[in-house]
């Protein structure tokens, strides 16, 4: 009697799994605008049918408000079969339990993890094969990193009013590190509200800035008063370049790489 | 109060200013050997952390004494920058700039919301060019809250920027230069000298309007005056340092419970305790965190100044209520 009993869990469990399995996810929503070149790479445009306000891949989509106040109304009124949002912070408990589907989360905090999600998100979608390329010819991208001499020592500004800087906890140190650099900042947050005093003193061959709905019109970061001594390179960046935790951070290790490779003090022997 | 004790308490008050600017610049992120400094050690010192400590002590001054010229000027001991809406619409202003991604121009902004802020409260509240000190506090509240309405709705729209703009409003001096240093100390300079004729004048108007009337005080103007010279001062101080909360409420409250009631005591002392507490709030909130972090020195303000100043208010609420 015992083992009927087991055989039929078993059996209901198997197709329980099966019937998960075999469930195609027709209607996506996406709500954080990184994710939206992954799931067009994945041939997945065409099932898309609500993004975020800023989304600017699939720019013809029904807009379902701001990625961190997605309006939950519209969202139910899409019938998505699933979610794909940034964090439990921009759609929470309360939002997932309105919306009553599948609700999944894209925060990666390395390269690596980005590839994880890129696999991750083929399995979900049954597009497997389209995942293992995208994986591919990111690491392919990466191959293009040339070593340099010495690692050159980073600050990476995420805004100046406050000045808040990148921490451990950042996508763009996982840039940096790739690209052949050290971030100077180990505090392990995403972002760090730090004093100058701490840039002055570490005097960091590098110092990126981000332009970008984050750090609107930042004045060039030696004309500001704290900073016109500081001797590190200054360089401006796009913020949906390089703090994006999308496809973007492969091309934007290589750019970073190249900056780094272009001063000879970092060059490496068979770097030209 | 004795003018010896005065005197005393002044010498004492002064020295702990000093006592505690000479350690705010002693101390922060980066040690500084301050005898035997590098070239990086000096611009640390003369870029980074002098103007910050100077500016934190000018906001503090600014902000108390405007805050002691509000309870003056609305005979509510109550009053201050928030009460009044000079904050929340210079931060108003602060915020659009930020949202425009015109940060250069955040303290200009700031100056133009306060003044614009002001001049609305000024107007509500005047019958025949007299100010109602009630119907301002409660113009005060109600610009207050449409400017911290329209802030809401500039965060809601701001999407990224959203985090620049609550880290800004919960103040700080990591931008601190010595070029606002010198304006916002012009301003305040500028302002105790056009007010000092008018000490005996503010105590006058501590009785009602008829007495002060009688007594030879043209209450409209003075009123007048010394609201558009807080509004500055407050204006100034949030276009430089973001909102912070508590120092121009508490602190005044704190000198009168020293006996210091009379403006040309009162007044002098804000300056000074201002300074003094702006100096040592900021120095907590720059090296409580390890590794060069930061925490808005408005959260540290509003934490301490509301424990001590409840302390204070259960402790001697009879004397604190000089207005009765």
Request: net charge neutral.
């Given at each position: 009697m015992k083992s009927n009993i087991k055989i039929i869990v078993l059996a209901v469990m198997v197709q329980l799994t099966i019937a998960a399995t075999a469930f195609s996810y027709d209607r996506i929503i996406i709500l954080y605008g990184a994710v939206s070149p992954i799931i067009k790479e994945l041939s997945l445009s065409?099932?898309?049918?609500?993004?975020?306000?800023?989304?600017?891949?699939?720019?013809?989509?029904?807009?379902?408000?701001?990625?961190?106040?997605?309006?939950?109304?519209?969202?139910?009124?899409?019938?998505?079969?699933?979610?794909?949002?940034g964090s439990k912070r921009t759609f929470n408990e309360e939002m997932v339990e309105s919306v009553k589907v599948k609700v999944i989360y894209f925060d990666p905090q390395t390269l690596d993890e980005v590839l994880e999600k890129i696999t991750e998100l083929g399995e979900l979608f049954r597009q497997e094969e389209r995942a293992k390329e995208l994986v591919i010819s990111c690491k392919e991208k990466l191959k293009g990193v040339k070593p340099l001499s010495k690692k050159p020592e980073v600050i990476y500004e995420i805004s100046a009013e406050p000045l808040r800087i990148a921490g451990k906890k950042s996508i763009v140190t996982s840039i940096i590190e790739a690209a052949g650099g050290e971030n100077v900042i180990t505090i392990e947050k995403k972002h760090v509200v730090l004093s100058p005093e701490v840039i002055l003193k570490a005097e960091p061959d590098y110092y990126?800035?981000?332009?970008?709905?984050?750090?609107?019109?930042?004045?060039?970061?030696?004309?500001?008063?704290?900073?016109?001594?500081?001797?590190?390179?200054?360089?401006?960046?796009?913020?949906?370049?390089?703090?994006?935790?999308?496809?973007?951070?492969?091309?934007?290790?290589?750019?970073?790489?190249?900056?780094?490779?272009?001063?000879?003090?970092?060059?490496?022997?068979?770097?030209? | 109060m004795k003018k010896s004790n005065w005197f005393i308490i002044l010498f004492f008050m002064t020295l702990a200013l000093i006592v505690a600017t000479v350690f705010a610049v002693s101390i922060g992120a980066v040690?500084?050997?301050?005898?035997?400094?590098?070239?990086?050690e000096k611009n640390i010192f003369f870029n980074v952390r002098l103007p910050?400590?100077?500016?934190?002590?000018?906001?503090?001054?600014?902000?108390?004494?405007?805050?002691?010229?509000?309870?003056?000027?609305m005979k509510n001991p109550l009053a201050d920058s928030f009460t009044t809406g000079t904050?929340?619409?210079?931060?108003?202003?602060?915020?659009?700039?930020?949202?425009?991604?015109?940060?250069?121009?955040i303290p200009l902004f700031a100056l133009a919301g306060g003044l614009t802020g002001l001049t609305a409260v000024y107007k509500i509240?005047?019958?025949?060019?007299?100010?109602?000190?009630?119907?301002?506090?409660?113009?005060?509240?109600?610009?207050?809250?449409?400017?911290?309405a329209t802030i809401s709705f500039m965060k809601y729209l701001s999407d990224?920027?959203?985090?620049?703009?609550?880290?800004?409003?919960?103040?700080?001096?990591?931008?601190?230069?010595?070029?606002?240093?010198?304006?916002?100390?012009?301003?305040?300079?500028?302002?105790?000298?056009?007010?000092?004729?008018?000490?005996?004048?503010?105590?006058?108007?501590?009785?009602?309007?008829?007495?002060?009337?009688?007594s030879g005080v043209n209450v409209a103007r003075l009123r007048r005056k010394i609201f558009f010279i807080a509004s500055l001062l407050t204006a100034f101080s949030v276009g430089y340092a973001g909102i912070i909360g508590f120092a121009g409420l508490v602190i005044p409250h704190i000198i009168r419970l020293l006996r210091m009631v009379k403006a040309a005591e009162l007044l002098p002392m804000s300056l000074i305790g201002g300074g003094l507490f702006m100096i040592t709030n900021d120095l907590i909130a720059r090296t409580i965190l390890s590794e060069g972090q930061e925490l808005p020195v408005g959260i540290l303000t509003s934490f301490i100044g509301g424990i001590f100043f409840l302390t204070l208010l259960i402790k001697r609420k009879k004397e604190l209520f000089y207005f009765d």
């Open positions: 065409d099932k898309v049918v609500g993004v975020s306000r800023s989304d600017t891949v699939f720019t013809q989509t029904t807009k379902l408000g701001s990625h961190l106040r997605p309006n939950v109304e519209l969202i139910i009124a899409l019938e998505p079969d699933i979610i794909i949002a990126f800035y981000q332009t970008g709905p984050m750090n609107k019109n930042p004045s060039p970061v030696k004309e500001r008063d704290q900073f016109v001594t500081l001797k590190s390179e200054i360089v401006n960046v796009d913020q949906y370049e390089f703090a994006r935790a999308g496809l973007n951070v492969f091309d934007a290790v290589i750019k970073m790489n190249r900056i780094f490779g272009d001063n000879p003090q970092f060059r490496g022997e068979n770097n030209e | 040690k500084l050997p301050l005898f035997n400094m590098t070239t990086v910050r400590v100077l500016l934190a002590g000018l906001v503090g001054a600014a902000l108390v004494m405007s805050g002691a010229l509000f309870q003056y000027v904050s929340a619409s210079s931060a108003m202003g602060a915020v659009i700039a930020i949202m425009l991604g015109l940060e250069k121009l509240s005047s019958v025949r060019n007299r100010i109602q000190p009630v119907t301002m506090l409660l113009a005060g509240i109600v610009i207050s809250t449409f400017a911290s990224d920027a959203v985090s620049s703009i609550i880290f800004w409003l919960m103040g700080g001096f990591s931008s601190a230069s010595i070029s606002k240093v010198i304006i916002l100390a012009i301003a305040i300079i500028g302002s105790y000298l056009s007010i000092r004729s008018d000490f005996l004048s503010l105590d006058i108007i501590c009785f009602d309007d008829m007495t002060a009337e009688a």
